[in-house]
């Protein structure tokens, strides 16, 4: 990535100006501008890469879509299974002129309107889920790239650690340089490249959309079955008559068998085995060590040294316990001896099959990659002349918005703020421009009446069979698990 124009002013009147973005780059003849998006071809601004058009060959009922169903145009591309994305479509920036593309089409009898657009993001970043219960680092712990800020890790959700990357404040906000880094951190992950991350205080961290996350050169391979208390829950019956006691050690929840309503539902005796940490409900403990990369999320690595003591006036000598993480991955067989000491000895092979079947039910370890941004300023203004007027009709169901013909989350409230996961659009979806900003792509569909209603610009649409002629395009097949966004909306 540059962060200047690369093309100089100067006496050349073939230089052209590209005005697609606040950069303004002047642009020699046959060369790209700094975001290599525009290039000065014949002495024309021209959008480098083909706009994208995804083609599906299986409609939304299942059935395949009739080939050539239309009278042959010496055109193999069928206009009515044509979606147009934003990408390589280009941007209008500062949207004073109306979207790129404003495609009509009629599907099924109904007349409906997709606005087509590159849209140019300083208010974006990624939302990453990373599956493991292994500890990432604390909670508004830093998130560095090349030692540049680029977000924090947030909340973590269930069996999940988050990180919250880019962002405006690290696009903008910062140095130049940690801006450059965000981007181009940002830039990789949405179009499917890995991130090397470290945590301040925490792990070095590969994530990438789609791939298990590899935390300290460790790759992860099971997402947790559940807290310890869910185990419990979930494997008491399979446990019991074969065992004493059962421990699943959890960095959030501590299951203990006895203890726990599970084990009680099935009349155990109570072992006399009591764990460290913070006991919240019955069979419940919290804070049983330290957050790390051991057991069950926890920095443990001897499951013993949880065990703050043992009761002599309820345990006995041959007590059998069960110590298991919640994926299944450590686990031990102990057997009380004389002393009331716990010593490990081979495992039955009942206990054997549970502790797998903790694994069977484990999901892969995956990295999430959501991309979100911000819609609602001036890119609402290629759509219409009264760009609140799209914010409403977002809000109220009647226009569609996609990401290159993925379906998006619009959050409620004010404002055309999105999220979307990235590996449901096609491949190198995004770009970029040096402001820094990410650029990505966005449709609007609705009916033709709906549009004209809020004001669209009517008199730039062309139809879909127009797009699909263009030399300037690219055919790839719809991503099968995306819904079609021509369908009628409302
Ligand atoms: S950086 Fe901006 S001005 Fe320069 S070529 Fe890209 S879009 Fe055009």
Redesign the pocket.
């Known amino acids: 990535m540059t962060d200047a124009?690369?093309a100089d002013a100067g006496p050349n009147t073939e230089i052209v100006?590209?005005?697609?973005?606040?950069?303004?780059?002047r642009?020699r003849p046959g060369r790209?501008?700094?975001?290599?998006?525009?290039?000065n071809f014949d002495g024309k601004?021209t959008r480098v890469d083909p706009i994208l058009l995804a083609e599906r060959t299986i409609d939304q009922n299942g059935e395949m879509v009739p080939f050539l169903q239309n009278d042959w145009s010496g055109n193999p591309v069928q206009p009515s299974s044509l979606f147009v994305t934003g990408i390589g479509s280009g941007?209008t920036?500062p949207d004073y002129k109306p979207a790129p593309f404003i495609v009509s089409s009629t599907i099924e009898g109904v007349d409906m309107v997709t606005v087509v657009t590159e849209g140019?993001f300083s208010y974006c970043g990624v939302k990453v889920k990373i599956d493991t219960d292994r500890y990432v680092g604390p909670e508004q712990a830093a998130v560095r790239c090349r030692g540049e800020q680029v977000g924090h890790v947030t909340t973590a959700e269930y069996g999940s650690q988050m990180l919250a990357l880019g962002g405006v404040r690290h696009l903008t906000g910062g140095s130049k340089k940690e801006g450059v880094v965000t981007c181009e951190m940002l830039l990789n992950l949405c179009n499917g490249g890995a991130a090397e991350l470290t945590v301040d205080g925490g792990a070095a961290l590969t994530v990438q959309a789609g791939k298990p996350p590899v935390i300290n050169g460790v790759q992860e391979h099971r997402m947790r079955v559940g807290c310890g208390s869910a185990t419990i829950g979930m494997f008491a019956k399979q446990w019991h008559g074969h065992v004493d006691e059962v421990i699943v050690v959890d960095d959030h929840i501590t299951g203990v068998l006895t203890e726990h309503q599970a084990g009680r539902c099935l009349d155990m005796p109570p072992s006399g085995i009591r764990v460290r940490g913070r006991r919240s409900t019955p069979g419940r403990y919290f804070q049983v060590a330290e957050p790390g990369t051991g057991w069950g999320g926890t920095d443990i690595t001897d499951p013993l040294t949880i065990i703050e003591k043992i009761d002599p006036k309820i345990a006995r000598p041959g007590l059998r316990l069960l110590m298991v993480s919640t994926t299944g991955e450590d686990s031990a067989w102990l057997v009380l001896d004389d002393t009331l000491t716990p010593v490990p000895v081979p495992m039955p092979e009942p206990m054997v099959r549970v502790v797998e079947r903790i694994g069977e039910n484990c999901e892969p370890a995956l990295c999430t990659v959501l991309f979100m941004a911000g819609a609602g300023g001036s890119l609402r203004a290629g759509v219409t002349e009264n760009p609140v007027r799209l914010t409403r009709s977002v809000r109220d169901a009647l226009t569609r918005v996609t990401c290159g013909g993925a379906p998006v989350y619009v959050w409620p409230g004010g404002g055309i703020t999105l999220m979307v996961d990235v590996t449901r659009m096609p491949a190198n979806a995004f770009g970029y421009?040096?402001?820094p900003a990410i650029?990505a792509p966005i449709e609007f569909t609705l009916r033709r009446d709906d549009y004209a209603a809020l004001g669209g610009h009517i008199d730039w649409l062309q139809p879909i069979e127009a797009v699909a002629q263009v030399d300037r395009k690219r055919v790839t097949l719809w991503h099968a698990g995306n819904p079609w966004p021509l369908q009628e909306s409302g």
């Open positions: 124009p690369a100006t590209c005005d697609a973005c606040p950069v303004l780059c642009i790209t501008g700094a975001c290599d998006r525009y290039g601004l941007t920036y140019i421009v040096p402001t650029v």
